[in-house]
C-alpha cells in the first residue's frame, strides 16, 4: 500500500515529466494546446510552468505576433533534458511494476519479463528501440544559443567518443559522465551504485584550473575540438581520483607499458567531473558516413531485414582469412546472422588506421553472403582493457541489437607489460564475460586461436586439432606481418585475401620508401645539433626523400617564440616539435628533431604520433652533464648555477634518461663523422635507407 503523501509524491513527478515531454515535442504549441495534451486547466498550467522555470528547467520567453494565444515559447535547458530522461526511467519503472502486479492477480503467474532497472531493458528483444540523451531538433535549436553563453569544455577525442555512446544509448543505461559513487562502484566492483554492471569509467577528466572555475550544479557546454556545441552537462559531482588505484582494478597493473594507464596518468586532467548530459547534436564523421550506425538505427535494420539473432564481430585489425573463418564459425554456431562491427574510434597507438582498415573491410565484404551479412562502424575509444572490455564491449553490442558476441584469444590485450610478459591470460576475457554473461544480456561465442593447417588446406582451432604432431600449423604474427610489409616480403594467400594485402602494401611501402623521423635527446652542449645538421647532409646526399632539421633552439625562434621554459611550455614546444615531425614522416619525407625533451611522457607522446605514419628512432646523445658543462659555448650552465637561468636541465631541473633507445652515442673523444655515421648505419639495419 502506497501512502497517501507518497501518491501525491507520485502523482507530481509524473506530471512534471507529462509538462517536460510536451515541451520537448512541442516547444511552439500554444498554452491552451499544451494544457489539453496534458489535460489539465490553463491556471495549472501555467503554476507548473513558474514551477519549473524556477527550478532552472525550462526557459520561457516571449514570441512576437499577434496571436494572444501564443505569447510564449518554451525550451528545456540542459537540466530540464536530463530531468526528462530521469522522470522517464522512474515512470517506466514504476509502470512496468504495476503491470507486473496485475499479470499476477489476473493469471496468478509473472509476466516472464525481467524488472530490470532502466527504461532501455523493458522489452527483452533486440529490436526494441532504446532511449538516447537528446532532445528534440527544436528544442535543440533554442539549447544550442543558450548554450552559448555557459562555460565550455572542449573536448579531447576520447571525450567526443564517450559523449557520442553516451547520447546515441550505446553506454546505456548511462545518463551521462559517471559521478563519484557510480566511479568509486565501477572501480571496485565492475558495477553502479544502484548494482547495475559497468565495467568501465566513463569519467569527464579536465584540469584542475577548468575544474576551480565550476560550481557544483553549474551547467556548461561541451564543445568538439572545432568549437561545435554537442551537448550540455550539468556538474553534479567533482573530485580528484587515485589514479594508481583506477590503473590497478581496471587494468590490472598500475605499469606505464599499458597504453590505458599511460593515458591515465600522463595524458588525462587531473580532476573528474561528473553529471547527467542532454545531447544536442551528434559529432560530424565526413568519412564513411554511410556505415556509421547509431543502436536505434541497426536496431531498426535488423528489423526491417528480420534478424531475431545477431552475433557481432568486434575488431581493430584488418580481416584475413583466419577471421573469416571464425566468423563463418560464429555464425553458423549462434545459428544467427552476422554484424562486423569494427572499431574506428580510438585503439591502440601504433594499430592500422582505421582510414586503411575501412577500405579493407570493405574489399572483403564480398566474401560474405550479402543476405546474412552487414557491417557497420563504431566510434569506440577502446581502453585495451582485456576482460573488463571484454564485457564492456558486449554490453556496448546489446545496445547496439545483438544477440551473440564473439570473443576470441585474449581479447582487447595491448600486449607486453615492462616485465615483457602479456598483460593478461589468453582466455581471461571468455572467462570473465561468461560469468556475467546472464547479466550482460548477450551470448558469448567463444574461440580458441585460428591456425591454418596444411595438409588440410584449411583453419582450424588450435585447440581443436587432435594430430598436431602429424601436421603442418601454418601461422603469421602480427608482428611478422608487419615484418613482410616493410620488406616487402610475401604474404602468402592461404593467410590473407589479395584485396586485403593489396590495400596494406599502398598504406605500408618498405621500410626504404616510408617516412621516418629521427629524434635526438641529450643535455644542452651534448652535441644534438651539431650531429643532426651532419646526418641531414649525409642524408640529403643520397637524394631520394626530402630531408627537414627541426632543431630546438631554430623552433624555439621560429615556431614557439612566445614559450618560456616551465615544463608546461617545454612540454609544450616538444609536442609542436612532434606534431610537425609525424607530419613529415606521414607525407613520405625525413624529419631531424634535435631538442633536448628531458621527460620521457613527452618523448613517448611524440612517438605514438609519429609512428602511426612510419619509423620513430630515438637517438640519446650520452654526453656527461660534466662534458657538457666543460664545454658550455654559450655560457648557459654558468647562468644555471648562478642561479639566473630557472628550471635548467640537468642543474636545476630533472633530465629522464631514455631506457632503450633506438641508439645511443658517445660524443666524448669521438669524431661528428663518426657519430653521424653510427646513425646512417642504424637506419641501414633498419631498412629505412638503402645500404
Known amino acids: 500500500m502506497i501512502a497517501p503523501d507518497a501518491k501525491h509524491g507520485l502523482a507530481e513527478e509524473d506530471q512534471l515529466f507529462r509538462l517536460l515531454r510536451q515541451l520537448d515535442l512541442?516547444?511552439?504549441?500554444?498554452?491552451?494546446?499544451?494544457?489539453?495534451?496534458?489535460?489539465?486547466?490553463?491556471?495549472?498550467?501555467?503554476?507548473?510552468?513558474?514551477?519549473?522555470?524556477?527550478?532552472?528547467?525550462?526557459?520561457?520567453?516571449?514570441?512576437?505576433?499577434?496571436?494572444?494565444?501564443?505569447?510564449?515559447?518554451?525550451?528545456?535547458?540542459?537540466?530540464?533534458?536530463?530531468?526528462?530522461?530521469?522522470?522517464?526511467?522512474?515512470?517506466?519503472?514504476?509502470?512496468?511494476?504495476?503491470?507486473?502486479?496485475?499479470?499476477?492477480?489476473?493469471?496468478?503467474?509473472?509476466?516472464?519479463?525481467?524488472?530490470?532497472?532502466?527504461?532501455?531493458?523493458?522489452?527483452?528483444?533486440?529490436?526494441?528501440?532504446?532511449?538516447?540523451?537528446?532532445?528534440?531538433?527544436?528544442?535543440?535549436?533554442?539549447?544550442?544559443?543558450?548554450?552559448?553563453?555557459?562555460?565550455?569544455?572542449?573536448?579531447?577525442?576520447?571525450?567526443?567518443?564517450?559523449?557520442?555512446?553516451?547520447?546515441?544509448?550505446?553506454?546505456?543505461?548511462?545518463?551521462?559522465?559517471?559521478?563519484?559513487?557510480?566511479?568509486?562502484?565501477?572501480?571496485?566492483?565492475?558495477?553502479?551504485?544502484?548494482?547495475?554492471?559497468?565495467?568501465?569509467?566513463?569519467?569527464?577528466?579536465?584540469?584542475?584550473?577548468?575544474?576551480?572555475?565550476?560550481?557544483?550544479?553549474?551547467?556548461?557546454?561541451?564543445?568538439?575540438?572545432e568549437g561545435v556545441i554537442l551537448a550540455t552537462m550539468t556538474v553534479t559531482d567533482r573530485w580528484t581520483p587515485d589514479k594508481s588505484r583506477e590503473a590497478e582494478k581496471v587494468f590490472g597493473a598500475d605499469d606505464m607499458a599499458h597504453p590505458a594507464v599511460n593515458y591515465l596518468h600522463n595524458v588525462a586532467g587531473k580532476v573528474y567531473l561528473g553529471g547527467p548530459v542532454t545531447g544536442i547534436q551528434q559529432p560530424v564523421h565526413y568519412d564513411f558516413r554511410g556505415r556509421r550506425d547509431t543502436p536505434n538505427e541497426l536496431r531498426a535494420l535488423f528489423r526491417k531485414l528480420g534478424w531475431r539473432r545477431v552475433v557481432a564481430f568486434q575488431t581493430r585489425n584488418p580481416l584475413h582469412r583466419a577471421h573469416q573463418e571464425l566468423t563463418f564459425r560464429a555464425a553458423k554456431e549462434a545459428q544467427a546472422n552476422l554484424l562486423i562491427h569494427p572499431v574506428v574510434g580510438m585503439t591502440k597507438p601504433g594499430d592500422v588506421d582505421h582510414f586503411t582498415r575501412v577500405r579493407c573491410y570493405e574489399a572483403v565484404l564480398d566474401k560474405y553472403p550479402g543476405s546474412t551479412t552487414t557491417m557497420s562502424l563504431l566510434n569506440l575509444a577502446m581502453r585495451m582493457a582485456g576482460p573488463r572490455e571484454a564485457v564492456w564491449h558486449g554490453l556496448i553490442r546489446k545496445n547496439h541489437g545483438c544477440t551473440h558476441f564473439i570473443v576470441g584469444r585474449d581479447h582487447a590485450g595491448p600486449g607486453k607489460n615492462s616485465a615483457g610478459e602479456d598483460f593478461y591470460g589468453p582466455y581471461e576475457a571468455q572467462d570473465l564475460f561468461r560469468e556475467h554473461q546472464d547479466e550482460i544480456g548477450i551470448e558469448m561465442v567463444d574461440f580458441k586461436h585460428m591456425v591454418y593447417v596444411q595438409e588440410r588446406a584449411q583453419y582450424e582451432a588450435i585447440d581443436e586439432i587432435e594430430d598436431k604432431d602429424n601436421v603442418t600449423i601454418l601461422n603469421i604474427s602480427g608482428t611478422e606481418l608487419r615484418r613482410r610489409l616493410r620488406e616487402g616480403l610475401e604474404i602468402p594467400d592461404w593467410f590473407s585475401f589479395a584485396e586485403v594485402v593489396e590495400e596494406l602494401r599502398h598504406r605500408y611501402p618498405p621500410r626504404s620508401q616510408q617516412g621516418f623521423t629521427v629524434f635526438f635527446t641529450g643535455f644542452s652542449g651534448s652535441g644534438k645539433s651539431t650531429i643532426a645538421n651532419a646526418l641531414m647532409v649525409k642524408l640529403m646526399e643520397m637524394g631520394d626523400r626530402p630531408v627537414t632539421l627541426l632543431d630546438g633552439d631554430i623552433v624555439r625562434k621560429n615556431l614557439s617564440s612566445e614559450l618560456g621554459f616551465s615544463k608546461e611550455h617545454r612540454d609544450l614546444n616538444i609536442r609542436r616539435i612532434g606534431y610537425v615531425a609525424s607530419e613529415i614522416t606521414k607525407n613520405g619525407g625525413i624529419a631531424i628533431c634535435a631538442p633536448i625533451a628531458p621527460y620521457a611522457t613527452t618523448r613517448r607522446a611524440v612517438r605514438e604520433e609519429i609512428e602511426q605514419y612510419g619509423a620513430f628512432i630515438e637517438v640519446h646523445v650520452a654526453t656527461s652533464i660534466e662534458e657538457c658543462e666543460r664545454r658550455d659555448r654559450k655560457g648557459l650552465y654558468r647562468l644555471a648555477r648562478e642561479g639566473k637561468i630557472k628550471e635548467f636541465t640537468g642543474i636545476s631541473d630533472p633530465y629522464d634518461v631514455p631506457e632503450n633507445p633506438e641508439l645511443r652515442v658517445e660524443t666524448e673523444n669521438v669524431e661528428v663523422d663518426n657519430c653521424a655515421h653510427q646513425v646512417i648505419l642504424k637506419l641501414e639495419s633498419m631498412g629505412l635507407i638503402a645500404g
Open 26 to 225: 512541442a516547444p511552439d504549441a500554444s498554452q491552451r494546446d499544451i494544457a489539453a495534451a496534458l489535460g489539465i486547466s490553463l491556471g495549472r498550467l501555467n503554476a507548473q510552468l513558474r514551477s519549473a522555470a524556477a527550478a532552472g528547467l525550462i526557459t520561457i520567453s516571449e514570441r512576437p505576433g499577434p496571436d494572444r494565444r501564443q505569447r510564449f515559447a518554451y525550451a528545456l535547458t540542459g537540466r530540464g533534458g536530463a530531468e526528462k530522461n530521469r522522470l522517464a526511467d522512474r515512470f517506466l519503472a514504476r509502470k512496468f511494476a504495476e503491470y507486473e502486479a496485475l499479470h499476477a492477480e489476473l493469471t496468478g503467474t509473472t509476466s516472464g519479463l525481467s524488472p530490470l532497472k532502466y527504461r532501455t531493458r523493458l522489452m527483452q528483444n533486440n529490436l526494441a528501440p532504446i532511449p538516447e540523451l537528446y532532445v528534440s531538433y527544436e528544442s535543440a535549436q533554442k539549447l544550442k544559443s543558450e548554450a552559448g553563453d555557459l562555460v565550455s569544455h572542449d573536448l579531447t577525442l576520447r571525450q567526443i567518443c564517450d559523449l557520442e555512446l553516451l547520447m546515441n544509448g550505446g553506454f546505456n543505461p548511462l545518463k551521462g559522465f559517471l559521478g563519484q559513487d557510480d566511479y568509486d562502484r565501477v572501480v571496485e566492483e565492475m558495477r553502479l551504485a544502484d548494482g547495475t554492471l559497468w565495467p568501465m569509467p566513463i569519467t569527464l577528466d579536465v584540469s584542475e584550473d577548468f575544474a576551480a572555475s565550476i560550481e557544483l550544479g553549474q551547467d556548461i557546454a561541451l564543445r568538439d575540438q
